[in-house]
């Protein structure tokens, strides 16, 4: 078994990527590479890309996950079912191992793809708290637009089997637990939010989730953005520029996250998130039950 460090970016189908392209821009990635059949999207953080269309029937084509090194790369490609070791296609390099989860999902693990600069990101000035005031003699003032994402958060799919789901990917790439959801029964496990194990290193809550519960398929997909206002200004830009929006704006009990979901022109649900919690191998994992996952602190999970 290896551990991966984290997620690495999402493929899509898509039957235009003129379309794909307008949504991506709304919803704040910015384009790193595109050619006739394929559109790369990255953030402003320093990964080369987080999001991939590929022309096509429109629909979910895998997740990726970045290997720690070069060592557990080549210790994957040996492992049940796994390919040979692969270029990537896409800008920055780098080579990958395919797999198929259980229910026919493609998983790829990549490694060595070359980092870019960063992008500028707008930060606003201090907040003013009710209790802790750090803003004097200086008007707050935004900048209207997309919510620019910074990276890519985790992924969640739909699977027939959450047990057999669990273990091939809790045995391939060291996933931890760090909620686990019950249903009825405590007894009876129907999902798991995973993170990565990178020591005492703090990660995000969850890179992934598999929840058995209804048809297999992609659930959503979800990019972090600087904080509460990149989140607000980002659902008036999508709402004006007329996309679907799916639920939200609230605040997840289950990772604290405050999210806003948005569905692209083929029904994908994007979410921008910011402020999760963050957890190191230390934590240990709780047990809870389907209202806690779907419940809120504060607003909504359905428009």
């Known amino acids: 078994m290896i551990k991966v460090r984290d997620i690495a970016f999402v493929r899509f189908g898509v039957p235009d990527l003129d379309e794909m392209e307008r949504f991506t821009h709304a919803f704040g990635l910015v384009t790193s590479e595109r050619s006739n059949e394929a559109l790369y999207s990255r953030g402003t953080d320093t990964s080369p890309y987080v999001h991939v269309a590929e022309r096509g029937d429109a629909g979910f084509r895998g997740v990726a996950f970045e290997a720690a090194s070069a060592e557990d790369l080549e210790a994957a490609a040996k492992m049940e079912g796994a390919s040979a070791i692969e270029d990537l296609d896409g800008p920055g390099g780098g080579r990958r191992v395919r797999f198929s989860d259980p229910d026919g999902f493609p998983v790829e693990l990549v490694h060595g ?106 659930e959503h997909v979800a990019f972090e953005v600087e904080d509460f206002d990149a989140v607000m200004l980002g659902h008036d830009h999508l709402k004006e520029a007329g996309y679907e929006h799916h639920m939200g704006v609230g605040r997840h009990i289950a990772g604290s996250q405050i999210f806003d979901y948005w569905r692209d022109p083929w029904g994908h649900s994007h979410e921008h998130f910011t402020d999760g919690d963050l957890l190191n191998a230390g934590a240990e994992a709780q047990l809870v039950d389907p209202q806690t996952v779907l419940g809120t602190w504060w607003g909504g999970m359905a428009r």
Not at 155 to 171: M, N, Q
Not at 190 to 211: A, K, P, Y
């Open 113 to 218: 793809r070359a980092t870019v600069e960063p992008l500028p990101v707008f930060k606003p000035l201090p907040l003013n708290r009710g209790g802790d005031v750090q803003r004097r003699g200086v008007r707050q003032r935004l900048q209207r637009g997309p919510a620019q994402v910074k990276r890519i958060g985790h992924c969640v799919l739909v699977v027939s089997d959450f047990a057999k789901s669990e273990a091939w990917y809790k045995s391939r790439f060291g996933f931890l637990d760090s909620d686990r959801v019950y249903l009825g029964d405590p007894e009876k496990l129907i999902s798991s939010f995973m993170r990565c194990d990178r020591g005492d290193e703090f990660v995000d809550h969850h890179t992934f989730l598999c929840v058995e519960l209804g048809e297999p398929g992609f």
